[in-house]
T-cell receptor, first 115, second 111 residues
Framework: DVKVTQSSRYLVKRTGEKVFLECVQD?????MFWYRQDPGLGLRLIYF???????EKGDIPEGYSVSREKKERFSLILESASTNQTSMYLC??????????????FGPGTRLTVL | GEDVEQSLFLSVREGDSSVINCTYT??????LYWYKQEPGAGLQLLTY?????DMKQDQRLTVLLNKKDKHLSLRIADTQTGDSAIYFC???????????FGKGTMLLVSP
């Protein structure tokens, strides 16, 4: 079974803090994704990566950055957390190009509260 | 980009069938997905259908695809209280490995 793990289930941070959210997958997947989920807005893609050290902006990248130094690990960074970044953050991975279907598998999520 | 629409809420009684509907805009989609999210959890893949199929059945789940109308539905037979969750339809974006998700349909099953 594919396993995607996220470093924390719940996180509370203060405005202005630098926040790291970590995601690890154990299936040698090429693609990794970060989403945020908010009531009434569904899932919105923040960033994704299709290879080590490669990243692409999603629909809402402002205020976020990412890092992928190793294939299995994809980090989301909030450089200076703000209250409007309070949300549920979901990480996902998928096998990558040439695989059909290229199904995304999700981690359990991190609920981040910024005070 | 892709646009995916779902109704937001469905309430059924235990033992009834549930039908969750989804419409999308892009006609080049290959696989279309249904995910389930239980409270406080991540998304779990339920099933998927390839775009050259009209129907796929997997135990209590039936997926129907009307490619002409760009309409996808998920039918859950003999719905149980444990099926209460949010169900998301997801459609691939052209040329990318990314998905566009609907906003999710909250299914509430009452005893």
């Amino acid at each position: 079974d594919v396993k995607v793990t996220q470093s924390s289930r719940y996180l509370v941070k203060r405005t202005g803090e630098k926040v790291f959210l970590e995601c690890v997958q154990d299936m040698d997947h090429e693609n990794m994704f970060w989403y945020r989920q908010d009531p009434g807005l569904g899932l919105r893609l923040i960033y994704f990566s299709y290879d080590v050290k490669m990243k692409e902006k999603g629909d809402i990248p402002e205020g976020y950055s990412v890092s992928r130094e190793k294939k299995e690990r994809f980090s989301l960074i909030l450089e200076s957390a703000s209250t409007n970044q309070t949300s549920m953050y979901l990480c996902a991975s998928s096998p990558g190009t040439g695989m059909s279907p290229d199904t995304q598998y999700f981690g359990p999520g991190t609920r981040l509260t910024v005070l | 980009g892709e646009d995916v629409e779902q109704s937001l809420f469905l309430s059924v009684r235990e033992g009834d069938s549930s039908v969750i509907n989804c419409t999308y805009t892009d006609s080049s989609s290959t696989y279309l997905y249904w995910y389930k999210q239980e409270p406080g959890a991540g998304l779990q893949l339920l099933t998927y259908i390839f775009s050259n199929m009209d129907m796929k059945q997997d135990q209590r789940l039936t997926v129907l695809l009307n490619k002409k109308d760009k309409h996808l539905s998920l039918r859950i037979a003999d719905t149980q209280t444990g099926d209460s969750a949010i169900y998301f339809c997801a459609v691939p974006n052209s040329g990318y490995s990314t998905l566009t998700f609907g906003k999710g349909t909250m299914l509430l099953v009452s005893p």
